[in-house]
């Protein structure tokens, strides 16, 4: 909530000092793109792709760091240290992942 909180401050301060709908750059006037333009236009696919993605991670995110180490540790009764290391895994082998995927 600390974070959602802070993204409506910002917005809030962001309209009031930051935005302007022209700009002038060395003498021309520029016009500058609203939110909703870039947000809402038809050539904004990748946003909402991108929107969709970054929610099925912080999900899929979730999932493991809360769900999955109370799993382990109450449907297969495993100590605390297992339960730690194999709830590592998936973050570890992200990592791995995330560094191989640049050479493929």
């Known amino acids: 909530y600390t974070f959602g909180g802070l993204g409506f401050v910002w917005i809030a301060v962001w309209r009031a000092f930051g935005v302007h709908d022209e700009v002038v750059v060395n003498g021309s006037l520029l016009a500058v793109p609203r939110f909703r333009d870039l947000f809402f236009s038809s050539r ?61």
Do not use: K, T
Request: glycine letters at 6%.
């Open 44 to 104: 904004s696919a990748p946003v909402y792709v991108y929107c969709a993605n970054f929610f099925a991670y912080s999900y899929a995110f979730y999932m493991v760091v809360s769900w999955m180490p109370e799993q382990l540790r109450a449907r297969y009764d495993l100590p605390l240290g297992i339960v730690g290391l194999v709830s590592g895994l998936p973050s570890a082998s992200q990592v791995v992942v995330s560094c191989l995927a640049g050479y493929v």
